[in-house]
């Protein structure tokens, strides 16, 4: 059987249901809306899913991508996010999976592969890059400590409780709103942070509306914070998640001014304390606000800390310690190496499919709005 | 390179990276069915074939044919060689 490979389209729909319930079970959404969302965005023409196809034009392998424009140096590139991925199992014997994987590193400058498996791991290894003693780093502030070691195992609930947790600096100076896009003159604020990165995903009001405002099922809040002149010099994105014994935030994005950035953790962490959020986390690739984030009293969680004890996945309470790993590749990312570097990047939670829905989450959507609702 | 400095590079990188206690094969063995070759096998034959000999191969390049065994491997990377020389 020689297999084809081509874009995919509309007329794969029935198929693709099938072989995405077939091969990635409840990890991939299934629904229409979710993919085209974000598949179909007219980044480029059709879907970005490209399809193995036998002689009778059956599916037998899918890759699915996530296109965004990335800030490289001094341009603005496409980045495609290797997300789904699956070739059915005797075809891969003869390597289906390796013509999606040459196919995608080839094809476009930037890509990112995020938190790989057993699977992709190795391919992504030799296909792209990482950045020495860069991962994606998780840290954390408890506001509640009780709550929040409630959520953990037995076994991890005493490091929460013994941990000295500090209520880190006052931040007088910053005002705040929430809000529901971003703010009308935000793009003057990125214009200056993106200043700050070599290599980062474009975030601007654009994008953010694209990523947050209309996201198909997640509902995420824009916390605004301004100086006494008015002018912004802080966002944070935060998806408020909750959990059996209260509210988490995730914050997804976070962008401020340098001076102004240790103020703008400790407002949002000060904001976290007065709504009786159990604990705020932001995971992140790159350095650039490790110092900030300490001298907020935000810690790395990992096995040194012990704050792995607090469950990443909320939905439901899920106590798996993911991997971490970031690989970047492409033409201009091997052509360029000016990116490796931990300060040179700067990725988030938000970024390729981190963020997804579980199928627990679909359960609890409102069925007139839509959306998971929104914990205010 | 011909393809009596082409051949070893390549056996020598199919054998060491091979299944484990794989000690010898034949020019003409076949590397998928003998399990020589799996999606990641070939990603690392096409980055270090790529890299060695300073050739791009495209998708026609990376038949199963032309991947099938060590001496396939070394017919497509000297043919390869030859017409880039020529393009030049």
């Known amino acids: 059987m020689k297999l084809q490979q081509r874009s995919f389209r509309d007329d794969d729909w029935g198929q693709f249901q099938s072989f995405c319930k077939e091969h990635f079970g409840p990890t991939h959404n299934d629904s229409r809306e979710f993919n085209r969302y974000w598949f179909k965005t007219g980044r480029e023409p059709g879907w970005s899913i490209q399809a193995l196809v036998d002689d009778e034009d059956l599916i037998r392998g899918l890759m699915a991508y996530i296109l965004v424009d990335a800030k490289f140096g001094q341009d603005t590139l496409p980045l495609a996010w290797i997300s789904s991925t699956a070739v059915e199992d005797f075809e891969n014997e003869r390597g289906a999976g390796a013509r999606l994987y040459l196919w995608i590193y080839r094809h476009f400058p930037l890509i990112g592969a995020m938190s790989g498996n057993e699977n992709s791991e190795p391919l992504n290894k030799t296909l792209g890059q990482d950045i020495d003693g860069v991962s994606m780093d998780r840290y954390i502030k408890v506001h509640d400590i009780e709550g929040s070691a409630r959520l953990c195992t037995q076994e991890g609930r005493r490091k929460i409780l013994d941990f000295n947790w500090e209520a880190g600096p006052v931040s007088n100076n910053l005002r705040s709103n929430w809000l529901q896009h971003p703010p009308a003159d935000y793009d003057v604020l990125w214009a200056r942070f993106r200043e700050t990165v070599y290599f980062t995903t474009e975030r601007n009001a654009s994008y953010f509306n694209w990523r947050y405002a209309t996201n198909p099922y997640i509902s995420y809040r824009f916390l605004e914070m301004r100086d006494r002149t008015n002018v912004l010099r802080g966002l944070a994105v935060i998806r408020p998640q909750p959990t059996p014994e209260g509210t988490v935030w995730r914050i997804m994005e976070f962008l401020a001014d340098d001076e102004v950035a240790p103020q703008a953790w400790a407002h949002i962490s000060q904001c976290a304390t007065e709504r009786g959020v159990l604990y705020s986390d932001f995971l992140v690739i790159g350095t650039r606000q490790n110092a900030h984030l300490r001298e907020a009293k935000f810690h790395l969680a990992n096995s040194s800390t012990g704050l792995e004890a607090l469950p990443n996945l909320l939905s439901p309470v899920d106590h798996r310690i993911w991997t971490n790993t970031i690989h970047f590749g492409g033409k201009m990312a091997k052509a360029d190496q000016r990116w490796r570097s931990p300060e040179a990047v700067y990725f988030t939670k938000g970024d390729s499919d981190r963020d997804w829905p579980t199928a627990f989450d679909m359960t609890l959507i409102d069925p007139k709005t839509g959306k998971i609702p929104v914990v205010e | ?88």
């Open chain 2, 1 to 88: 390179m011909n393809r009596e400095q082409v051949f070893p590079l390549i056996y020598e990188f199919i054998v060491e990276s091979g299944p484990e206690g794989a000690v010898d094969i034949s020019e003409d063995e076949s590397l998928f069915e003998n399990g020589f070759l799996d999606s990641f096998g070939i990603v690392s034959l096409v980055v270090f074939l790529e890299d060695t000999f300073d050739i791009h191969l495209n998708d026609d390049d990376l038949s199963e044919e032309n991947l099938a065994s060590v001496a396939a491997i070394t017919n497509t990377v000297v043919l390869k060689l030859s017409r880039e020389a020529e393009a030049i």
